[in-house]
Structure formats: structure tokens, C-alpha cells
């Protein structure tokens, strides 16, 4: 293990440090020869990066930074942040890279598809459902987040709402969607708490307009739905999550 922290303020910062770690391979590799140390603490690894003569950058890896967060009242929940999916860039592979590696997760029969979409744009142009199409085509496995609960264009309420209450059968999925909204960067930068930003969510979602899906609507409904399916397909197929145990 790389670092701990006891901290619930400075995991943000770690997993930074952790992220800049990960890109920079000479870093890495030195870090890797010491594992056997004492576990690093946020100061120290801090340290440790401003202090490294390591000036080689990578712009992606597929090395994971791997966090475990222990807490009373904490749902048993194993969450894999893929990168966001590219249309281009300066170095095709890079693309072919990240498209590669959302793939090999997303296609295990034992692992929920978290389809992150924004209210503001059309899911038509979004590339992350074709994907999800590709590897759940029968929407089994697939729950549509949707993000940017309050930019959803004005005169196309009513259209994305649906996908919460009855969607089409173009959008079907089994497990349907469900509506968030997170701080703004702005709110970040000013220091919001994660108790209030879900308290700000909460108020939000009390408006009149979401009360007809307000059990759509929320983290905290999403989080435990998310942990609920999570546990029926590890139920439904202990043989392919003890293969997949076995294999990493």
C-alpha cells in the first residue's frame, strides 16, 4: 500500500499525489523498489514528489490507483472510475488505449455499467452508450446516471425527465436512471463539504418538478441501489467473480 490517512479531508489531496505518482514512470518505479517501507502519509508522499528529479510524463497509464475507504455506515461497494471515453487526440493510440480498457472492464457479466451522461446533451451523442449497448445490449447490466440535473435546456424538460419516469424502448434499460447533481467547481474551489454538497442535492431535489421521480433522484438513492444490484450479480455468479479474484 502506498499511503493511509485517517483523514477524510486529505484523501482528496492523496489521490492526487497518487494520480501524479502514476504518471511519472521513474517515480513509480523507485516508489515500487521501497513498498516494503512504512506506509507513506500524505506530508511525506507530498515530500517525496517535490523532491524527485523524475521529469518524464506520461499522458495516460493503465496502472489504477486502488483506494479502500473503511467507515461505520459505509455500503459494501466496489466502484472502478474509468476514464472518460475519447473521440480523438493528438495520439490515436491514446484513444484506442482508453476505449481498450473500458471494454475489458465493462464486458464481465459479473460488473454493473455506470452510464454517467449530462442532462445537457442528447444521449445520442453520447459515445459511452454506444459502448454500453455494445457489451449489455439488452440493457441487463447497464444504470443510466445522469448528471447536470440543473442545465437541462429549457423547452426539453420534459423529454429528459421521461428517461427517469417511463423511457422509450430505444433508451430502455432494466435498471432505468437515475438523476444527480454535484457541486460546481466554483462550489469546490470555495471549500464545499461533502455534507453539504449532498444536503444542497437533497433541497434540489425537492423541488416540485422531481417529486413524481423523487425515488430517482439523489446519490445517496443511487448509492444504495448501486450496492443492492452489485451484491445480486455476485450472487448470481460466484464462479466469475472468484475467476476474476483469482486473475488480478
Known amino acids: 500500500m502506498l499511503a493511509t490517512t485517517s483523514e477524510r479531508s486529505e484523501v482528496a489531496e492523496l ?27 500524505v506530508e511525506s508522499l507530498k515530500e517525496l514528489v517535490e523532491e524527485s ?23 459494501e461497494l466496489q466502484l472502478i472510475d474509468l476514464p472518460g471515453l475519447i473521440a480523438s487526440a493528438q495520439d490515436e493510440q ?5 476505449t481498450t480498457l473500458n471494454g475489458e472492464y465493462i464486458q464481465r457479466s459479473n460488473t ?17 452508450r ?12 447497464t444504470v443510466g446516471i445522469l448528471t447536470k440535473a440543473d442545465k437541462i435546456p ?6 429528459r425527465m421521461q428517461l427517469l419516469s417511463e423511457p422509450t424502448e430505444d433508451y430502455f434499460l432494466q435498471h432505468g436512471y437515475y438523476a444527480v447533481k454535484n457541486p460546481a467547481q466554483n462550489e469546490l474551489q470555495e471549500g464545499m463539504t461533502h455534507e453539504q454538497a449532498r444536503k ?3 433541497n434540489f431535489f425537492d423541488g416540485l418538478k422531481w417529486q413524481g421521480v423523487r425515488r430517482r433522484c439523489g446519490t445517496s438513492n443511487l448509492r444504495d441501489f448501486l450496492s443492492e444490484q452489485l451484491s445480486h450479480l455476485i450472487l448470481q455468479e460466484p464462479l466469475a467473480a472468484f475467476q476474476h479474484s483469482s486473475q488480478e
Open 94 to 98: 491514446l484513444v484506442e488505449l482508453i
Open 53 to 75: 528529479q523524475a521529469t518524464k510524463m506520461v499522458e495516460f497509464t493503465r496502472d489504477v490507483v486502488q483506494v479502500e475507504i473503511r467507515a461505520e455506515g459505509f455500503a
Open 200 to 202: 444542497s442535492e437533497h
Open 154 to 159: 429549457e423547452g426539453l424538460e420534459g423529454e
Open 15 to 41: 489521490l492526487a499525489l497518487a494520480q501524479t505518482v502514476l504518471l511519472r514512470p521513474d517515480l513509480l518505479a523507485s516508489i515500487r523498489v521501497g513498498l516494503e517501507e512504512p506506509e507513506h502519509t
Open 130 to 141: 454506444a459502448m454500453a449497448k455494445e457489451f449489455d445490449p439488452d440493457g441487463q447490466r
Open 112 to 128: 454493473l455499467i455506470a452510464m454517467c451522461c449530462p442532462f445537457d446533451d442528447d444521449l445520442e451523442n453520447q459515445k459511452v
